[in-house]
């Protein structure tokens, strides 16, 4: 913001490395989880392994997690006066 960007450019800077980091992360859990559906199925009563909805379900709501927790702080963050937060350090 010091250099001239626009708040609505930094709150999406800030959600794009977020939702980065979470497609990088939900990547890597599924590939490593994945040969052990079985055995999660042995645990969780009533689930088959491939139900799409619980799938869809916790996909969703992990989305909607990342998102909140990368919005909230980077719409604090772009409220803040660059000249006050320069000074300040």
Request: net charge positive; hydrophobic share 50%.
């Amino acid at each position: 913001m010091a250099l001239g960007a626009q708040r609505p450019t930094v709150v999406w800077m800030v959600l794009r490395e977020v939702l980065t980091l979470a497609d990088w992360t939900g990547r890597s859990v599924f590939l490593r989880r994945w040969p052990r559906r079985k055995l999660v199925e042995s645990f969780l009563y009533g689930m088959k392994r491939n139900d799409p909805l619980t799938i869809a379900a916790a996909v969703v709501t992990i989305a909607a997690a990342t998102l909140l927790a990368g919005y909230v702080p980077a719409r604090n963050a772009s409220r803040i006066d660059p000249l006050i937060a320069l000074r300040h350090e």
